[in-house]
């Protein structure tokens, strides 16, 4: 395989883009000041993709079938295809451009083209800017994403003098047919004796090698198990549409890492929880029974390193863990949600998903279509949860401050509802991308996600020191109060918790009805 074919899990993404499901990543940049021309956006943009050549490449389609996608240079490459200007109506609020965001992410990108967009978004009330940002998942996955972000913007108001030589870019011709062809032949026969050629050197070592090979099987199992477990049925897994609905939740990172350490989970665990009282929340206003259900969500998980580059496609691999919407109490929930993800943990979920994806690069895209189509029904998942790290550094865009980054992940075919999570100069913004007509009341999701945040912060806030033990180990949470979450609603009641077992006081977690 050359380093411009595409890995299989990159085809992946390409292949589930059906019936309304469009498999672009994406995100919502909030800037201050002044905005800037779309002409002085492009030629700043233009100047630096010698960084991220892919973004002057287009796929090249084997239309046998037999041969994953390539990538080429695009000869008729134009900047200005790809950033583009648009204005929000009057009054130019906070709903107007939601609506906006909503329709731009409703459209399928160009697969004749390089597969990004970025949308200069002027007309915002109160001064500043928005961009939107689309790129396929074929491209990037969420972790290259956000390093795309920091090659295309400045660290600093007044950029660094570049001192580079530049060199007028140019495009190399597309491979002759008879090339390609020859290309394809070798790396149908090169997939599996690279999966030959890793194996032999094992074989020095047989003790090692069986001890590995069960361990890799173990895993391999795990995962299959995981995996064909069927997710219940749930309103969130219908038909799509091509239409979405866009809308996101912001909150201080220090605040979630304040109810992190209060359990004594991770950071990720407060998120799983969080939305987990948000869907249970969701579905009882819509009259669900939601006591005693779970839901089933994939959680994409970063297996990159320091040697992949921003382009480099998609490094991640996946989880299947439970989000507990029957539990009534938030820390029955976090404390479900960690017990969950330390088993998965425990497993070996994630070295078998990534042999799995070794010997999908070893077979044709034939063979793997039905692997991707099984991964990604509404059978194995209800929801994708992914939770992305960006820089606590701030950006800037041509002088003016980055201030929030909202990100958004793509709905596979049945799947209503993403929630996608990410940090940024001490901010935690949740982006929420849903089918039209499927969730008509996503600002009402919203909001239960802010209530869920805050019954997490009261509940953190009356753990008691003395009384509360969890995973066997004694919690030390901030000797003061917690401050009240901001911007979240609803009310928490002290629940403790000590070694002989656990109690509720009067003064429970309330709930919508």
Known sequence: MTSDTLHAIDATFLRVEHDGAHMHVGGVLLCGGEPPTCSELARAVEGRLDQIPRFRQRLLIDRLGIAYPRWVDDTNFDIGYHVRVTALPSPGGEPELRTLVGRLFSQPLDRSRPLWELWLVEGCSGGGFALVSKMHHCLVDGIASANVATVLFDAQPVPA????????????????????????????????????????????????????????????????????????????????????????????????????NAFGVTLNDVVLAAVAGALRRHLRRSGEEVAGRQLKAMVPVNVRTELDGADSGNRITTLFTTLPIGMAHPVDRVEAVAASMRRLKASNQVLGANTLATVMDAVTPRAVGPIADLLSSPRTFNITITNIPGPQFGLYVLGRELREIVPMVPLAGGHALGIAVFSYKGRLSFGLLADYLAVPDLELLADDLRAALGELATAAAGWREDEVTLRGEAIRPRAARAPAFKGASGRGGRRTRSRGGSSKQPAAVSHPR
């Open 161 to 260: 003098d570049d001192e580079r030589p530049r060199r007028a870019w140019r495009a190399r011709p597309a491979p002759a047919r008879r090339m390609t062809a020859l290309e394809t032949a070798g790396e149908l026969i090169g997939g599996p004796l690279s999966l030959v050629r890793k194996t032999l050197p094992a074989l020095r070592q047989p003790r090692e090698f069986l001890s590995r090979s069960r361990t890799v099987a173990g895993g391999l199992g795990d995962f299959l198990v995981a995996g064909l477990t069927p997710a219940p049925p749930s309103r969130y897994n219908v038909p799509l549409t091509s239409h979405r609905r866009f809308t996101w939740v912001g909150c201080d990172l220090d605040e979630v890492k304040t109810i992190k």
